[in-house]
């Protein structure tokens, strides 16, 4: 069994960052030796060990990002498996979990999971779990889903975008979470509840149409305020655990504060943008900062951090939701017609990380927002830890230093993302997947070592050649 010894002097532990030596043996974390005078074990400069001394520079458990839209199959010409790994892998994630939409087919049948998982092979080089959808109508799908692998189930209120992919109404909701709660997984919601009227008030002016403030007013916080309201009342009464995916509506965090006070099986989600980036600072027609619901102010920013200190936000993915370039309308500017979705995949932690260094938010804490808390709301006990019996998938962190963002140095397929040009803090110099290098100093080469990720049957789709 091969021997992976990693020193440091600041180690993330689960009760802080201190000083040790993190032993690994055959893919998994067996020891950690904590110390200044810490030394690896005998064998680890053996052949086939590996012994590295991080120095000053962090050792982090790894991050889980559980909201990418990955879009293969049919639409690799917006991404695809092997861009988004690659990315992932360069950004310090070791886990994703691949939403519904945006590929074609949609992941709302059995038989659509099946044409998703034929997609990945062979082009994983991190691992991948599976979201499916519930539409109208597919109530009938979702347990044998289940049974194959899904981990979770994802919804709109609203029109996705994507007319293979449309709005569940409440009593869709109410046909789902029934047989979401005895299956044991969560409902994901896309929580916004359209206005009529706000919808009908669009400008043709093209000035207009290049203001972001045009198409931040055209999604105030009133719809993600009423959906959160729906979202926590079906859960209170069906007992289906639900989710709310990239919340950014500051006045709906005190709906969620209530109904987590009242034992609610509800959880939330914020993402890098909305953290990092605030409405005052997007230039007319910059497409790019473009995603639903809106990136807003920046006192509504602030509220989202409050929330993620005192636990009313749960932890922080990317949404990592791109698309071919021409769909961002560069070439008007107009913020109503362009495609909705930030590129990010690669930047979740050094996003955050450069907007909560200048908040004083330690680095520990953004780490418990997005390596432990998504790996937990997954219920992946063996991931997002530094502990004996972890995965080793771990990360060498130097966080120090802040540069502009190079768009050549993403992995994703375009690269077209609102922090171009941004300094961004921080350097992902090395990820391990299971005690394996999968990227090494802006690097991803090697054979793809990741797993399609399925939970009890990992090891049969495994042996059928799926993983």
């Known amino acids: 069994m091969s021997v992976l010894a990693l020193r440091s002097r600041r180690v993330c532990l689960p009760d802080g960052p201190a000083p040790a030596v993190v032993v690994a043996r055959g893919g998994r974390i067996v020891e950690v030796r904590r110390g200044e005078g810490a030394r690896p074990p005998a064998d680890a400069a053996e052949v086939g060990g590996e012994c590295v001394d991080l120095g000053e520079d962090w050792l982090l458990p790894a991050l889980t990002d559980c909201h990418v839209h990955v879009d293969e199959p049919g639409r690799t010409a917006w991404e695809g498996f092997a861009s988004a790994t690659r990315a992932a892998a360069a950004g310090g994630v070791t886990l994703l979990v691949d939403m519904p939409l945006n590929s074609d087919p949609v992941t709302t049948s059995r038989a659509a999971l099946w044409t998703k998982l034929e997609a990945a092979r062979g082009q994983l080089w991190v691992d991948v779990g599976f979201w499916g959808g519930v539409v109208p109508g597919n109530e009938g799908e979702l347990a044998g889903m289940v049974d194959l692998g899904v981990r979770g189930f994802k919804c709109f209120l609203c029109p996705s975008g994507i007319d293979e992919f449309p709005q569940a109404r409440e009593a869709d909701l109410r046909r789902a979470m029934p047989v979401l709660r005895a299956k ?3 409902l994901l919601v896309h929580a916004e509840l359209e206005d009529e009227l706000a919808l009908a008030a669009a400008p043709a002016d093209p000035a207009a149409r290049r203001d972001y403030r045009t198409y931040l007013h055209s999604r105030p916080k009133a719809w993600e305020d009423r959906a959160v309201a729906l979202v926590c009342a079906l859960a209170r009464e069906t007992g289906c655990r639900a989710h709310v995916v990239h919340l950014s509506s500051s006045t709906a965090l005190e709906t969620l504060r209530r109904a987590k006070a009242a034992g609610v099986p509800v959880t939330a989600e914020t993402c890098p943008h909305y953290l990092g980036l605030a409405a005052e600072e997007v230039p007319p027609g910059a497409t790019e900062f473009k995603c639903a619901p809106p990136i807003r102010e920046r006192d509504n920013q602030d509220a989202l951090w409050a929330a993620l200190a005192d636990g009313t936000l749960d932890f922080v993915v990317t949404d990592h939701s791109p698309c071919v370039p021409a769909l961002k ?5 107009d913020f109503l017609g362009a495609w909705g979705g930030v590129a990010s995949l690669q930047l979740g932690l050094r996003s955050v990380w450069t907007a909560a260094r200048r908040r004083g938010v330690p680095l520990e804490r953004v780490v418990a927002w997005t390596s432990r808390g998504p790996a937990r709301f997954l219920g992946c006990e063996r991931r997002g830890l530094i502990a004996p019996g972890a ?23 375009h690269p077209t993302t609102p922090w171009a040009g941004r300094p961004l803090a921080g350097t992902v110099r090395r990820t391990w997947l299971r005690g394996e290098v999968v990227h090494d100093g802006g690097r991803v080469d090697g054979p793809p070592r990741g797993r399609a990720w399925l939970g009890r049957r990992d090891a049969d789709l495994a042996a059928g050649g799926i993983a």
């Open 329 to 333: 309308r560069p070439e008007t500017g």
């Open 184 to 186: 044991g997984v969560p």
């Open 391 to 413: 995965e080793a998938d771990l990360v060498w962190f130097r966080p120090e230093g802040e540069v502009p963002l190079d768009p050549a140095t993403l992995l994703h397929r």
